[in-house]
Every structure is written in structure tokens, then in C-alpha cells.
């Protein structure tokens, strides 16, 4: 449609996706563009051109838009190559015209901790990490992230910023399938290599004068990622980074940075010290727990449950290299799991492979219920708890796109709309640390579950409230989490590590993903609104749901 505003002779356009390609024919109409826009309902490297093809003769320009996180992962080389070979004129115009991959080699402790699994410390070595992980050059996918959060005193630069790939999409040099580019530079600082930051830019025009960034030193308010290749060894490796110890196939990056998490792992430690004597026997219920190890070395002994093979063979070597196996018990199942006679104490951080939202690690007070509640129980009480923010730019991912560049696009809209209500949760999980955005009330608590009980099965529980809005702004959206009180005085929480101040910008837990309410209609609201909710939770199969409403008293 802007190619028909700035008035091109004819065009062609394509989509093979069913219910998009007729969501197009008729925002085409509604913005009075069908008699110059024809719609092809087929992939553009299925499309034809002669007298009985889909195009009566080749193009000139080619507008495309096929790029993802890696740049070229989406099937952008065949896509380009199959129009300029079918579909385009020799010397045709390409938009975008060219695409250029970064890469920097960088020193960063805490981008580490997302990649290896590293001893738990208390003043000695508490868990020691087997040398196959040590040696592990971890998952073959890079790590998407947004680098622009990524505290610029977290990381150096040891190199300078390097183009290693450069595509020309006009199509006046050949787009290879296979290519190996080694480069030699200086290097700009000294320090050990932890990682490559990998970026990519478009250069848009022929002139080269418009320029598409995705530089991490910029904040990127577009749907792409930079993204992460961490270095074996601390040494640069040819070879395609492949896990051999299982733990990087077994737990997410975000697991693994929380394993590495020392101020969390300190909490859990002190509580545990204060609980656990050489008399007791635990019950753990929690995938990969390395604390588990923590318990054995304060002398208990412990039955861990461990019902997912590739963690389960994880958590044998740590057993094994920490010379624990006549103290911890490997449980594969949950209808092995021992006798209440057996046990005297029941542990979890929690924390299951199975949870997308934080709530989802109730399944620990699930497991604990089929026990007497006399039997001690770590965490106590979980605290669901919530904020009212305005965010940044994640708010976009649901926004409704209304008028862009001038052309209506609400019927796309509405079929979003549609087809969010029947496959979506209202509210979803999401790495709010990546994400900026600004508290516009104090924090509140949602609901308490005292965890020494046993779950009701029969109680449904519906809690409504009202908060106040203490800063004026845009109210885009409703974080949430949950807080795990260990003991009457230490808690760790998935959410906020510093307390919420509003107007303020909320820093979240980097090694957790929080909830997360968008709402479909934003409200500008000031001090005097509030915010209203609901909760429902029904014990019986562990459901929640939240509402949300702005109520604005002008």
C-alpha cells in the first residue's frame, strides 16, 4: 500500500497464509487499493511469471521483510535468490539493499553465569560442579536477549565491534549457502574472552543513506534481538558449540543463571543452616536442586525427586562428583516417593521445568499435601503479588496496530483480537529485567497460601481488592510474581530486587521470567485512579485467573 501511495505502476504482493491473505484482500479494499494491488495466496518462491503465471512480467523493486533474531534464519538467502532468478528484472531495486552481522568479543562474569553451572560457595566450596560441565562449551542456539538492558558495567569489550558477514541483497554479488570468514584484529583491552555479542544492520537504499540499526548500545524498540555465543573454553572454537553433559539440554539459560544466582543461593543456605541437623531426613521437591547437595553436606540424609530423564542425569554427576550417593536418594517418580515415616522435613526453592509463570511452582505444595502437615515444610508461604506499570515498549506485542502510516489496518486487528481471546492466557510470562517500565503504584499483595498447610481441595478461593494509582502515566500493563517466604525471616522473590518505588523504574530478577497483564485498551490515568482486581483460584486443578480494571476519577 505505500509502494500504490507513491504511485508504483503495478503491484504484486504475496501471503501464503490462509487467514492472513484474506485479512490483506480486504484492508486492501478498505483502504482503496484493490484495483492496483494484486494478492498472490502463495509463498513468493512458489510464484510463477509468464503469460499464465501469477505475474505477467517481472518486477523492478522487490520489497521484503524475511529476517529474524540471526538475520538469515528465516530463509532470507533462497527467498532473495529465487526472486532474483524468477520474479525481478537484472539492476532491480531491493529494499532493503544490503545486510551486515556484528560481532564483538566481550568479557562479562554475569553473561557467564547464563551459560555454566558454577560451585555454591559459603565461605568453601558447599557444591562442587562436575569437570564435564566446567569443560562444556553449552547449547548450540545462541541466547536471545535484549543487550540494550544489559548494564553496561556487567560487561567489556575486548575487541573492537567486527562486520563478519555482509549479504547484498541487489543481487550484483552472489548469496552463498556456506561461508567461513576468519578475521585478525587488535584487541582493545585485556581480559579473559566470555562470550561474542552478535548484532546485524540494513542499509535500506541503494545510496546507502538510511540505515537500519540493531546496535546494542541503542535501545532497540523493534521486534528482533541481539543475541549471545558464548566462548569454549575462554577460547575461540571453529566448531559448532554442541552440550555433551546434559545440563545446558536439560535446564534453560534463565535455570541456569538462577543456579549461579550467589545472593539467592546465600538466603536459601542460611535458612537451611538454621533448620536442618545430621538427625534429619528431607524430602526435595524440585528439579535440578543443587541445594539439595547443600542439605547432604549439612549433614542430612536426602530423597530428591527427579522425574525428568535429562535432569536426573544431571543431578547423578553432581551426586557423584560431590561423593554424596550414601546420603542422597534419586526419586524418579512420584509414586516412589517415601513414606511419611521415612521423612521429617520437605524442601523446595521451588522450582519445576515444567512451570512457564511463577505461580506454576505451586505444584511443590501439591507434592507436600500428599504428607501430614506436621511434617516441617520449607517455603512457608507463598505471596502472589502484583504492580501497576507503564512499560516501555513491551506493551506493543498486544497493542492494536489502528491507523498506520496512514492506512487503516483495524480489520487486522480484529482478527488478532480474535484469535488472541481463543488461544491466549490474559495474562503471560515474560523477562521483565529486558523490558523497561516504571511502577504507577506501590506493590500489593494479590493472595497468602501458607504452604505448612495442606491444599483444600474443596475451598475456591475469590479475592477482589482496589489500589491506588500514585504516579500519572499511561497504565499498559500489570506485572506479577510471587514471593517464597523460607522462614519467618528470609524470602526470596521471582520479581523485584530492590523495593518498588512509583514513578520509579522497577528492577526485576534477571534469572526468573515474571507474569505479565497487557491490557487491550490503555488508560492515561493520574493520582486519582485506581486499580481494581480479581483472583480466582480453584484448588482443584491449581487454576488462577486475574482481572484487571482501570477505574479513572476525573
Not at 549471545?228 to 573454553?233: D, E, Y
Not at 535429562?310 to 551426586?319: A, D, G, I, W
Not at 521423612?343 to 512451570?355: H, K
Amino acid at each position: 500500500m505505500m509502494a500504490a501511495k507513491c504511485g508504483a505502476d503495478t503491484i504484486t504482493a504475496c501471503e501464503a497464509f490462509k487467514p492472513i491473505a484474506k485479512c490483506a484482500v480486504q484492508i486492501i479494499k478498505e483502504n482503496g487499493f484493490e484495483d492496483k494491488i494484486q494478492l498472490i495466496r502463495k509463498r513468493s518462491t512458489k510464484m510463477i511469471v509468464g503469460k499464465d503465471g501469477d505475474m505477467s512480467k517481472r518486477a523492478n523493486i522487490l520489497v521484503t521483510e524475511v529476517f529474524d533474531t540471526e538475520l538469515i534464519g528465516e530463509g532470507a538467502l533462497s527467498t532473495f535468490r529465487h526472486a532474483h532468478e524468477v520474479l525481478l528484472e537484472e539492476d532491480s531495486i531491493v529494499v532493503p539493499h544490503k545486510g551486515t552481522v556484528w560481532a564483538q568479543v566481550i568479557e562479562s562474569f554475569k553473561v557467564c553465569n547464563w551459560n555454566r553451572v558454577k560451585p555454591i560457595k559459603n565461605g568453601k566450596v558447599l557444591v562442587d560442579t562436575p569437570s564435564t560441565i566446567q569443560a562444556c562449551s553449552g547449547a548450540a542456539a545462541v541466547h536471545d536477549m535484549q543487550l540494550s538492558r544489559l548494564p553496561r558495567d556487567t560487561f567489556v569489550p575486548l575487541l573492537p565491534a567486527q562486520p563478519i558477514f555482509k549479504f547484498d541483497w541487489s543481487g550484483k554479488k552472489p548469496l552463498l549457502n556456506n561461508e567461513k570468514v576468519s578475521l585478525l584484529t587488535q584487541p582493545i583491552k585485556s581480559g579473559t574472552a566470555h562470550a561474542i555479542f552478535m548484532w546485524w544492520d540494513l542499509n535500506m537504499d541503494t545510496d546507502n543513506q538510511i540505515l537500519y540499526k540493531l546496535f546494542y548500545k541503542i535501545p532497540s524498540k523493534h521486534n528482533y534481538n541481539c543475541y549471545i555465543a558464548v566462548i569454549k573454553r575462554n577460547v575461540i572454537d571453529c566448531q559448532r558449540p554442541e552440550c555433551n553433559c546434559w545440563a545446558h539440554i536439560a535446564y534453560s539459560r534463565t535455570r541456569i543463571g538462577q543456579l549461579n544466582d550467589t545472593v539467592r543461593n546465600q538466603r536459601y543456605v542460611k535458612a537451611l543452616q538454621k533448620k536442618v541437623t545430621p538427625n534429619s531426613v528431607c524430602l526435595c521437591v524440585t528439579d535440578g536442586c543443587l541445594l539439595a547437595l547443600v542439605i547432604a553436606k549439612l549433614g542430612a540424609k536426602v530423597f530428591l525427586l527427579e522425574q525428568n530423564f535429562l535432569s536426573r542425569r544431571t543431578m547423578e554427576m553432581f551426586v557423584q562428583v560431590n561423593e554424596l550417593s550414601d546420603r542422597i536418594k534419586i526419586v524418579e517418580s512420584v509414586d516412589d516417593l517415601p513414606e511419611a515415616s521415612e521423612i521429617d522435613f520437605i524442601f523446595g526453592e521451588p522450582y519445576f521445568l515444567s512451570s512457564i509463570v511463577p505461580w506454576e511452582n505451586l505444584r511443590f505444595w501439591y507434592l507436600t499435601s500428599k504428607y501430614p502437615s506436621s511434617i516441617s515444610r520449607m517455603p512457608v508461604m507463598a505471596t502472589i503479588r502484583a504492580v501497576a506499570v507503564e512499560f516501555k515498549d513491551l506493551q506493543k506485542i498486544r497493542a492494536p496496530l489502528g491507523t498506520c502510516e496512514g492506512f487503516d489496518l483495524s480489520s487486522f486487528d480484529k482478527l488478532i483480537q480474535i484469535s488472541s481471546e481463543k488461544s491466549d492466557n490474559p495474562v503471560e510470562a515474560q523477562p521483565l529485567w529486558e523490558y523497561p517500565c516504571k511502577a504507577l503504584s506501590s506493590a500489593f499483595d494479590i493472595i497468602k497460601l501458607d504452604l505448612t498447610q495442606n491444599v483444600n481441595f474443596n475451598k475456591r478461593e475469590r479475592i477482589t481488592g482496589e489500589i491506588p494509582i500514585l504516579d500519572s502515566g499511561t497504565c499498559n500493563g500489570i506485572a506479577i510474581w510471587v514471593d517464597w517466604q523460607l522462614d519467618s525471616d528470609l524470602s526470596v522473590s521471582c520479581g523485584p530486587i530492590e523495593e518498588i518505588v512509583p514513578s520509579k523504574r522497577v528492577s526485576w530478577d534477571p534469572y526468573t521470567r515474571q507474569g505479565v497483564h497487557l491490557f487491550r485498551t490503555v488508560s492515561n490515568v493520574t493520582k486519582k485512579s485506581t486499580l481494581s482486581w480479581s483472583f480466582t483460584f480453584l484448588p482443584q486443578n491449581g487454576e488462577v485467573e486475574f482481572k484487571f480494571n482501570i477505574v479513572t476519577n476525573d
